[in-house]
């Protein structure tokens, strides 16, 4: 059964471009959530998604940033016009229900903006 | 959510029991600790979790005293493989977990 898959592993992008990280739950799970590392800090929430539906999304900045799963393929976390600001480690998490305590994280996205 | 507050970083020795304290004593009664790890460059890795009695899986064991203000993680047998940072959560929320500093365990041979 394979883990979470996240890629690309390394982006870098200039200012200014947009960023899509994807991710792919474990098998059979159906609720993901996205955490951004911040360098030498810890990880902050930032969206908690099921299928087709944004359940809460209180930890995204309140522009550029958007982030979906549809009803099939990966998730998707897109930042628009990127800042420098934005380089970061995203993580995606999955789990099988809302009632599971664990969540299941993948390898992570980092993200370089110059 | 409870602040949690972990010593920001402590040795082991391999294969004796690492324990590792955290505080919160701002801990409200719905809500429960969780212990998450991180190795280096790696996504975060769930450990165990408990709301008032003492829990104990392949991993590792966690303690919480009676008034639930601190607990200890419990790694039994050390190994380098354990080196990491660890994370002391509390949450009523399932999903919304949020990470700290945690302390950084360096298990040494």
């Known amino acids: 059964n394979a883990g979470v898959m996240q890629n690309p592993r390394h982006l870098v992008r200039r200012r200014g471009q947009e960023a899509r990280l994807r991710c792919s739950p474990m098998?059979?799970?159906?609720?993901v959530y996205w955490y951004r590392q911040l360098p030498e800090e810890g990880l902050k929430f930032m969206v908690y998604l099921q299928k087709e539906n944004i359940i809460d999304e209180s930890g995204m900045p309140k522009e550029r940033f958007s982030a979906e799963f549809p009803k099939e393929g990966p998730s998707i976390l897109r930042i628009q016009q990127v800042v420098r600001g934005d380089s970061a480690a995203y993580f995606c998490a999955s789990s099988l229900d809302l009632s599971s305590y664990e969540q299941y994280f993948g390898p992570g996205t980092r993200l370089t903006v110059t | 959510d409870a602040k949690t507050t972990q010593p920001t970083s402590m040795d082991c020795a391999e294969g004796r029991a690492a324990n590792l304290p955290c505080n919160h004593s701002t801990i409200s009664g719905n809500e429960y600790v969780y212990w998450y790890r991180q190795i280096h460059s790696q996504g975060p890795q769930y450990i165990i979790h408990?709301?008032?009695n003492n829990e104990t899986n392949e991993m590792a064991s966690l303690i919480i005293t009676e008034d639930r203000k601190s607990s200890t993680l419990i790694l039994p047998h050390a190994t380098l493989r354990d080196t990491a940072v660890y994370y002391c959560?509390?949450?009523?929320?399932?999903?919304?977990?949020?990470f700290g500093a945690g302390t950084t365990v360096t298990v040494r041979a």
């Open positions: 959560i509390v949450a009523s929320s399932d999903y919304k977990l949020s």
């Open positions: 408990g709301l008032k």
């Open positions: 098998k059979g799970h159906s609720h």
